[in-house]
């Protein structure tokens, strides 16, 4: 059994303009040693969307915690512009229908950041085209849209990115090692039952995409499952009896159950992964934003990336 459990990360909500950020260092004793640095005041600049989420504002915080230029600027489905403050630093949050009039003084500003995408499913292809249009590198932490006109319509248009259906690299550690057993022992399961049990804050309105990549492999493994038998648990009450999650952490968790069963229920596996909380994940996004500058600063020939490809670069913190 594997299992993983973080600490919950401090949400909140707030914005600012496009001045330069103000006290965007990390709390003492709480700063990290980024792999690469950028941009004109040597640190490499970061727009995460959407702040006003608490995904995106986890994530925002460890861009700070990172020692990173967090760009005061975001974009959201709000109704109008708001303001969060991010450890000191006062980040402007604009409506989704403004972003193509501010992003150009954005890029005037910060013509070397990288986007981290923490918004909502139905904004996953959208928000790529506008990245797209506007030559802006990203890292797709949103789960959800259509996923192959996403990969597709990136590599053809040759924009650096690193996409993937989880951040956390002990989970995508996971998720290699499966990928791995089913390219070298196809049909090793061959006539086991598969049940997937996955739990996340009431929010999440999708089936979780590390859930559907981790089956994939299991499809491949012999055993048949489709995303409809994929169990969702989003009520509160079976959250706490069912998943033992701890009730604090009902509004941002993961729990993942995997079980295999032989034909005659002699023999049973389980694969597990627990998480509490945003920082596991939000952490992650910047170490695959920081792997994604080295990639541009080195010209790599090779622009479309995922978090095993991160793994595989030693590039976590």
Avoid: W
Wanted: glycine share 8%; aromatic share 8%.
């Amino acid at each position: 059994r594997a299992s993983a459990s973080l600490s919950k990360s401090a949400a909140g909500v707030g914005v600012r303009g496009l001045a330069r950020p103000l006290g965007g260092q990390a709390r003492a004793g709480r700063a990290r040693a980024p792999m690469c640095r950028a941009s004109a005041d040597g640190k490499v600049p970061i727009l995460v969307n959407s702040t006003a989420g608490k995904m995106g504002f986890a994530t925002a915080e460890s861009v700070v915690y990172a020692g990173l230029d967090l760009v005061p600027v975001s974009f959201a489905s709000v109704a109008q512009k708001e303001r969060v403050d991010v450890e000191g630093t006062p980040v402007e949050v604009f409506p989704v229908q403004e972003r193509d009039a501010v992003i150009k003084d954005v890029l005037q500003q910060y013509p070397d950041l990288i986007v981290i995408d923490f918004t909502l499913p139905d904004a996953v292809n959208s928000n790529a085209d506008f990245y797209i249009a506007n030559k802006i590198p990203f890292v797709m932490g949103t789960t959800g849209g259509d996923r192959a006109k996403l990969l597709k319509d990136v590599e053809e248009a040759g924009l650096y990115s690193v996409i993937a259906a989880n951040m956390g690299k002990q989970i995508v550690a996971l998720q290699a090692m499966l990928q791995y057993a089913a390219r070298e022992f196809p049909g090793a399961f061959a006539g086991y039952k598969l049940d997937v049990v996955e739990s996340h804050q009431s929010t999440k309105v999708d089936t979780s995409g590390t859930a559907k990549d981790i089956v994939t492999s299991f499809n491949k493994l012999g055993m048949p499952c489709e995303e409809d038998d994929i169990r969702k648990v989003r009520e509160p009450a079976q959250q706490m009896q069912e998943m033992n999650v701890p009730e604090e952490y009902l509004n941002g968790h993961a729990f993942h159950t995997y079980t295999l069963t032989s034909d005659d229920g002699s023999v049973n596996f389980q694969f597990q992964h627990n998480v509490c909380g945003r920082r596991f994940y939000a952490e992650g996004s910047v170490d695959a934003a920081l792997f994604l500058h080295k990639q541009m600063a080195d010209k790599s020939q090779r622009k479309l990336f995922d978090m095993v490809d991160v793994l595989n670069a030693g590039a976590m913190r």
